[in-house]
T-cell receptor, first 115, second 116 residues
Framework: AQSVAQPEDQVNVAEGNPLTVKCTYSVSGNPYLFWYVQYPNRGLQFLLKYITGDNLVKGSYGFEAEFNKSQTSFHLKKPSALVSDSALYFCAVKNSGGGADGLTFGKGTHLIIQP | EAGVAQSPRYKIIEKRQSVAFWCNPISGHATLYWYQQILGQGPKLLIQFQNNGVVDDSQLPKDRFSAERLKGVDSTLKIQPAKLEDSAVYLC??????????????FGPGTRLTVL
């Protein structure tokens, strides 16, 4: 069975500094990886995905993620953080087999950007 | 385009009562998912539909949870009877059609259930 680990419950970054939110995964077969963001009282919003190809994936709101197969990681990054980036971030891997393609999520990381 | 719609947004019930949630996916999305998100955890898949057929319900507690998508469009998720541990946000998501199964899912705002 596939799994996702987000080792940090919370990440604190000063506005304007680069940010990284960590994610590692475990799958059998090719990994299909996603990042979602959740703002208070709102549903999950898609940020970016890795399916195949370039290891650096660019997504919404200036976010990007680096896929590293040897380290089984898919860390979310942004060169310069904004206060409005403060939210709950989830890494997820797509299930596979028999047409089932729901997502397995990590527990989430609270990102707090300090002015 | 309109997003995934869910209702109600909030529900408070006593344990052992029944409750139902409704979801209307994005128009044209044949695949629909229900997730349970307990406070402090990531969402957990409960069930996946393709049109009106169930693709994956391996994590659905079938002794108390049921779901249907009779006409292949909107869907209902029911809990009967509810337990305290069912307190969570129930998220509905849908995915665009096509040959690729790796399109992203679009999530609704969720229904927050509190069981007292």
């Amino acid at each position: 069975a596939q799994s996702v680990a987000q080792p940090e419950d919370q990440v604190n970054v000063a506005e304007g500094n680069p940010l990284t939110v960590k994610c590692t995964y475990s799958v059998s077969g090719n990994p299909y990886l996603f990042w979602y963001v959740q703002y208070p009282n709102r549903g999950l919003q898609f940020l970016l995905k890795y399916i195949t190809g370039d290891n650096l994936v660019k997504g919404s709101y200036g976010f990007e993620a680096e896929f590293n197969k040897s380290q089984t990681s898919f860390h979310l990054k942004k060169p310069s953080a904004l206060v409005s980036d403060s939210a709950l971030y989830f890494c997820a891997v797509k299930n596979s087999g028999g047409g089932a393609d729901g997502l397995t999520f990590g527990k989430g990381t609270h990102l707090i950007i300090q002015p | 385009e309109a997003g995934v719609a869910q209702s109600p947004r909030y529900k408070i019930i006593e344990k052992r009562q029944s409750v139902a949630f409704w979801c209307n996916p994005i128009s044209g999305h044949a695949t629909l998912y229900w997730y349970q998100q307990i406070l402090g955890q990531g969402p957990k898949l409960l069930i996946q539909f393709q049109n009106n057929g169930v693709v994956d319900d391996s994590q659905l507690p079938k002794d108390r949870f049921s779901a249907e998508r009779l006409k292949g469009v909107d869907s209902t998720l029911k809990i009967q009877p509810a337990k305290l541990e069912d307190s969570a946000v129930y998220l509905c998501a849908s995915r665009p059609p096509g040959t690729s199964r790796y399109n992203e899912q679009f999530f609704g705002p969720g229904t927050r259930l509190t069981v007292l």
